[in-house]
């Protein structure tokens, strides 16, 4: 967990692997704070872990995925995601976070590929390639949030 200052990740394979209750709802990243900043480039990051929570509106703080983001800012550049956990989804932003996602892949996501929540948030998504990725939806924006997207393709 990014909580303050400013990490970027490159060139990495992250995971997390699991299930069953121990793991659920886990992050591989997660930034929380709004003095927190995190940079995500040209890696390849998978969340293998199930949510508690069903979609649509999860109750926790955060349910399982591959990278969530609560406040501060998240930017992820040519790097792809695939979270096939029970109801796991790719990115989420929510609590006023501010994401910038291009050319990136989100893949075979139990749920959601990215999933921006709350006034105040907003993604930026340029270039996104999203296949086999569902739930409520695969670009899916609730509660005042805003997402923007551009060039990209979902199938």
Known sequence: IVRSGKLTLKSLKLASRGGGKRNANARVVAVAGADAHLRIEACEVICDAPSSDESPYPK???AAGVVAARGGSLSCHKSTFVSPGFQARGIVIKSGAQADIVDCIMRDCGSSAVWVT???STA???GLKVTRCGGYGSLYCT???QIIV???TVT
Do not use: P, Y
């Open 143 to 145: 509660f005042g949030a």
């Open 118 to 120: 709350e006034k105040g």
């Open 124 to 126: 930026s998504c340029s």
């Open 60 to 62: 926790n703080g955060f």
């Open 150 to 152: 551009r060039r990209s």
